[in-house]
């Protein structure tokens, strides 16, 4: 066999190029196999597929028989198969396999379709496979790096004296470096952060400061989805020592955003800082007609956003504002091999300091490319659309007598259920679907206690019939 062909270098595109049509071939073909936004089967059914798909002859010389064979073998073969048929093969299984997101019937989670654009942008960086642990294995990555962070922490702070961001991995990344900063900036004087936060939060919090050897945080009640400001007011006015209040712009089961402002008050009172988890709600910013609903979020010290949720990235996307990239130093970090000092001093860009990883690959770049092509108005107009969408779908359950709407929507998520089922008729309406192949809806607690159907919308083609046939489907299991 021939050594495989590279990626990068000027022969680099045209070795992809035959090898990208095989890929767009068996996605095309995977697809359509689906025909629905998962497969249809249950996790036994894919699994079998998976094993099937991946069966292989034994090796030369290899034992046969009953129990000699284990049921992944193919999955490393002795004689590889060649470039197109491992691509075309495992391709078509994975998209056949998939669940989704551009399905407008896929709408559980936070899972967004990536635009085109962004997942060709991806390949150009997977190609060139620039790492961004030291300046020497990614100069224009390091320094489009730089820049667009830079952009996007001015847009959460405008007034900023020196903003900037950090790439993550999302959201959950993000959530533990703002902990992380917090109680390393209070831990040089000797003191433990504590840490506040709403029953709306995201668990990452929770999990951060187990991680990071933090005290468990003080949970206050969000009765109506969102923080309780009197219940703030309390908690903060008992507890001594240095906190931290996070705050959600973008809660993930309702989509609910506490109120920036008065939350941002009242740290200001009591002497705490402020983290917002604006990791869903944050690209509102782009929206000129609903970034009002973000105010406040610039008073915040550390701020969680990540694009790809309502930035249409392909994962993964996140990043970590903050006002002023001083508050950053915490990170800073040497290893002689990566950042000497006296190539620091001599000009050369220190990387570590920008992340807890070594290795990292430059999600920046599908960013910069979409927010070139688009612009702040392009990517506003997507955020309106998918919101829209959820008034839209929010305005037929209460047209249906079947079926029963928890609340407005805040952002792009609805929360519905059939009126007459119980906890265990809706879970099971949700299994049934996803079952069969149907329809990918999400569950969640709602603000009563009880399990509604959760229905996240972030395809900005989706139409309003799409939305009709999600609640008929939902109806149809309901009489079964």
């Known amino acids: 066999m021939s050594t495989p062909s590279l990626a990068g270098g000027p022969a680099g595109p045209d070795a992809l190029r035959p090898l990208v049509d095989t890929v767009l071939d068996a996605l095309h073909e995977g697809a359509a196999a689906r025909v629905g936004p998962l497969p249809p089967g249950g996790p036994a059914t894919v699994t079998a597929h998976v094993r099937r798909t991946l069966a292989a002859p034994p090796a030369p010389g290899a034992p046969t028989g009953p129990g000699t064979t284990p049921p992944d073998a193919g999955a490393l073969p002795h004689t590889g198969t060649g470039e197109h048929e491992a691509l075309r093969t495992l391709t078509r299984l994975l998209a056949h396999g998939a669940a989704d997101p551009a399905h407008p019937h896929c709408a559980a989670h936070l899972h967004t379709p990536p635009l085109a654009l962004a997942a060709a942008a991806d390949l150009a960086a997977a190609a060139l496979n620039p790492s961004l642990d030291s300046w020497d294995q990614a100069p224009a990555a390091a320094a489009l790096e730089e820049a667009v962070t830079r952009a996007l922490a001015t ?4 007034t900023g004296p020196d903003p900037d961001a950090l790439v993550t991995t999302g959201g959950t990344e993000a959530n533990q470096l703002a902990l992380l900063l917090a109680r390393e900036r209070h831990g040089r004087l000797g003191a433990t952060v504590q840490t506040v936060c709403g029953a709306g939060t995201h668990h990452s919090v929770h999990r951060a400061a187990w991680l990071l050897g933090l005290p468990e945080p003080v949970t206050v009640p969000a009765p109506g989805g969102t923080l309780d400001l009197t219940a703030l007011d309390a908690v903060l006015s008992g507890l001594r020592g240095p906190l931290l209040v996070t705050a959600t712009a973008g809660t993930t089961d309702t989509g609910r ?6 939350i941002a008050d009242l740290c200001d009172a009591h002497g705490a800082e402020l983290h917002v988890d604006a990791a869903y709600g944050g690209p509102l ?4 007609t609903r970034r009002h609903l973000l105010a406040g979020l610039d008073r915040a010290r550390t701020v969680t956003l990540d694009l790809h949720k309502l930035g249409w990235q392909p994962l993964a996307a996140g990043l ?5 990239r001083a508050l950053l130093r915490p ?5 002689d091999y990566l950042n000497a000092d006296d190539d620091t001093e001599a000009g050369l860009p220190d990387l570590l300091g920008r992340s807890l990883r070594t290795s990292r690959r430059p999600d920046i770049f599908k960013i910069a490319v979409t927010l070139r092509a688009l612009g702040r108005t392009g990517l506003g107009a997507l955020v309106d659309r998918v919101c829209d969408l959820a008034q839209h779908l929010a305005d037929l359950v209460e047209k249906r007598p079947g079926l029963e709407l928890h609340d407005r929507p805040a952002l792009s998520t609805v929360l519905f259920r059939p009126a007459r089922a119980d906890d265990t008729g809706v879970a099971a309406i949700r299994r049934t679907l996803l079952t069969e192949g149907r329809a990918v809806l999400g569950r969640a607690r709602g603000t009563d206690g009880r399990l509604w159907l959760k229905a996240t919308l972030l395809n900005p083609h989706t139409t309003p019939d799409d939305l009709a046939q999600i609640l008929n489907l939902v109806e149809g299991s309901t009489t079964r």
């Open 155 to 158: 847009e959460v702070h405008p």
């Open 257 to 262: 955003i506490d109120p920036l402002t008065e």
């Open 285 to 288: 910013l782009f929206s000129e």
């Open 320 to 324: 970590l504002a903050v006002p002023d």
């Open 331 to 335: 990170l800073g970090h040497t290893a």
